[in-house]
């Protein structure tokens, strides 16, 4: 399980890669127009920070509260970005592998981990096309992105 796990945050961790390689500044400051919406660069900011906040809650046993690696200035910084999901993903990574694969309560926060970056991969499509901002080819490939029906 620990290895499959491993395996689907890596490619998560890809697709964020490319997501922060495609766009610019600007786009990473734009909010959905006329609907209450955080910014792109904010999704990824809580991405970042799920990827710190659940092994640490994983790690003492209970939720120790929410932190992100990178700062609300940080989130039109691609380069900041870029480093902090390189950094976070290395750290979970090791984490994961790291737990005993009968360990319920590492496994639990490991899962959802998985949940919330697809979670937010699904919001990011939805900014990406209200936006119109070209979506990354390994988004593409991922979700069948644009293919007829």
């Known amino acids: 399980?620990?290895?499959?796990?491993?395996?689907?945050?890596a490619r998560a961790n890809t697709l964020y890669l490319d997501l922060v390689d495609a766009v610019s500044a600007e786009q990473l400051g734009s909010h959905l127009a006329d609907l209450?919406?955080?910014?792109?660069?904010?999704?990824l900011w809580c991405v970042l920070?799920?990827?710190e906040s659940y092994p640490a809650a994983a790690r003492a046993g209970e939720w120790q509260g929410f932190t992100s690696?990178?700062?609300?200035?940080?989130?039109?910084?691609?380069?900041?970005?870029?480093?902090?999901?390189?950094q976070t993903a290395s750290d979970v990574d090791a984490w994961i592998a790291g737990f005993d694969a009968d360990d319920e309560a590492s496994a639990t926060y490991a899962l959802a981990l998985l949940e919330h970056e697809t979670q937010h991969h699904g919001q990011l499509i939805r900014y990406l096309y209200g936006l119109g901002i070209q979506r990354?080819?390994?988004?593409?490939?991922?979700?069948?992105?644009?293919?007829?029906?």
């Open 1 to 9: 399980m620990n290895e499959l796990l491993r395996r689907r945050l």
């Open 36 to 43: 209450p919406s955080d910014t792109v660069g904010h999704q």
């Open 49 to 51: 920070g799920a990827r």
């Open 69 to 86: 690696p990178v700062t609300a200035e940080q989130t039109t910084d691609a380069a900041a970005l870029r480093a902090a999901f390189v």
């Open 136 to 149: 990354p080819e390994s988004w593409q490939r991922q979700y069948a992105l644009d293919e007829e029906f």
